[in-house]
């Protein structure tokens, strides 16, 4: 399998903007649901965002409104918009669906400060 591959992530202060992006597999790309995951420090990692193959895109809470994701060429991007500390982490991306993930990748560190 070949994992993903993130980057984007970087410093930046609350109110700021970021765009990740992910590289994953022709295979993993067309078959799959994808989706963007944060593991905050001493947190359990959680999906915050995904997309469908055909399109359609589901947010948790916290960053709707913030986060936008797209999927074009087996790439993925999450765009994320005033940012606030609390959106700290390492994010990665996988399959949206936890029956298919594959192996992580190293993931990218996002830090916001206040």
């Known amino acids: 399998q070949v994992r993903p591959v993130e980057s984007g992530g970087g410093l930046v202060q609350a109110g700021g903007s970021l765009t990740l992006s992910c590289t994953v597999s022709r295979n993993m790309f067309l078959g799959n649901d994808l989706g963007w995951y944060r593991q905050a420090p001493g947190k359990e990692r959680e999906l915050v965002a995904f997309?469908?193959?055909?399109?359609e895109k589901h947010f948790v809470d916290s960053v709707k409104g913030r986060f936008a994701i797209l999927r074009d060429n087996a790439k993925m991007y999450l765009q994320m918009n005033s940012l606030l500390p609390e959106d700290t982490g390492v994010y990665y991306c996988n399959a949206a669906d936890p029956r298919v993930r594959i192996a992580w990748g190293q993931g990218t560190q996002v830090t916001v400060s206040s």
């Open positions: 997309v469908r193959r055909g399109g």
